[in-house]
Each structure stands twice: as structure tokens, then as C-alpha cells.
């Protein structure tokens, strides 16, 4: 779902977080229309419209754990966290973790990647939060829900602040809540 589907329809600050990304033709790789979040954080009004889009969502869902993703996750989700009263955990690539961890192996449309969580950084029954800074395939929200799930956690949605319409993701997440505040820029 939209931001602008849950009643933030209209709503000045949904716009001014659409024109604060850069779009970067051809990066990695020749066709991919890269989404540049770095020009929205030099904005720190908007940058902190962000944020609070997210809070008010979150403030009341009585959420323990939001789990960044690696990397732009990490800028979004201690600042949510700190702001709903949750801990932060971060999910990270392979090996940059220290002490024990466990991992979650998952498909992208040009290979394979994986995430890592530590152990015992998330305990059964904890509610969680899983925040990215974009959604195309759902493929690595997809792994951080297992990551978690695994652990006992129940995984009360996945948001990012910039995604394609859910149908493209849904068979991916498996039914999990997916929301988005923006769509991408062309």
C-alpha cells in the first residue's frame, strides 16, 4: 500500500520526498534507472518528513524490533526506532557481522546475496518492523521476513520509502503488509 492510499492522499510531503531523488540513468548497470536517496538527505526537511511519515504509521503498533536492511535501511530505521520506542537491529551482508549470527540466502535479478542478523539480537514473540529505502521484487524484504521469522518473530510489515505497485512483490513477501511512500521516478 501507498502512503497516499492510507489517507496521506495529497499531502505536500509525499511529493516533496518524490522530487528529493535523484534518478541516475544506467547505474549499476546499463538500464537500471537508479534511485538516489543521498539528494533527499541533503533535504533535512524532507528527510525528516520521511521519518515521521513512518512514526505516525508506527507510534501505536506496539513494535519492539526495526530491522534495517543493509545499507539505506540503516539510515531510515534507528531513527524510527528511536522515535516508537524499538531497538534497532541491523540485517547486513555476509561477513560483517562480529560473534554469531545466522543467515538467509536469497535470489536477485542478477544473482544470489544473502543477509545476516546476529543471535540472539531478536527474541521469539518480539514484533517487528523491516524498513528498506526501495522495493522492486520484494526478493531481499522477502529474506530479512524468513531471517526474522525464524527466529520467532512476527513480522508486522515491511516498509520503504520508495516501491512499485505491491502486485509485483506480493508473491514474494507471501502476504506480508508491504508500505511504500513513494513510487519511483522515471
Request: aromatic share 6%; proline share 6%.
Amino acid at each position: 500500500m501507498f502512503a497516499g492510499e492510507d489517507g496521506l492522499q495529497g499531502d505536500p510531503r509525499l511529493q516533496a520526498i518524490t522530487e528529493a531523488i535523484r534518478v541516475v540513468p544506467h547505474f549499476p548497470k546499463p538500464g537500471i534507472m537508479f534511485q538516489d536517496i543521498t539528494t533527499l538527505l541533503l533535504d533535512h526537511k524532507t528527510f525528516k518528513d520521511t521519518v515521521d511519515i513512518f512514526v505516525d504509521r508506527y507510534r501505536d503498533m506496539h513494535i519492539s524490533v526495526v530491522a534495517g536492511i543493509e545499507a539505506r535501511g540503516f539510515i531510515f530505521g534507528p531513527s524510527i526506532a528511536l522515535a516508537i520506542g524499538a531497538k534497532f537491529v541491523p540485517l547486513r551482508k555476509p561477513r560483517k557481522l562480529p560473534g554469531e549470527v545466522i543467515s538467509e540466502d536469497y535470489e536477485l535479478e542478477y544473482g544470489t546475496d544473502c543477509l545476516e542478523m546476529h543471535v540472539g539480537a531478536v527474541q521469539p514473540g518480539e514484533r517487528a518492523l523491516v524498513i528498506d529505502d526501495l522495493v522492486a521484487t520484494g526478493g531481499t524484504l522477502s529474506a530479512a521476513v524468513r531471517l526474522l521469522e525464524r527466529v520467532g518473530a512476527e513480522v508486522v510489515e515491511c516498509a520503504c520509502v520508495i516501491g512499485v505497485p505491491e502486485v509485483k512483490v506480493n508473491c514474494r513477501l507471501k502476504g506480508k503488509s508491504l508500505y511504500m511512500l513513494v513510487e519511483p521516478r522515471e
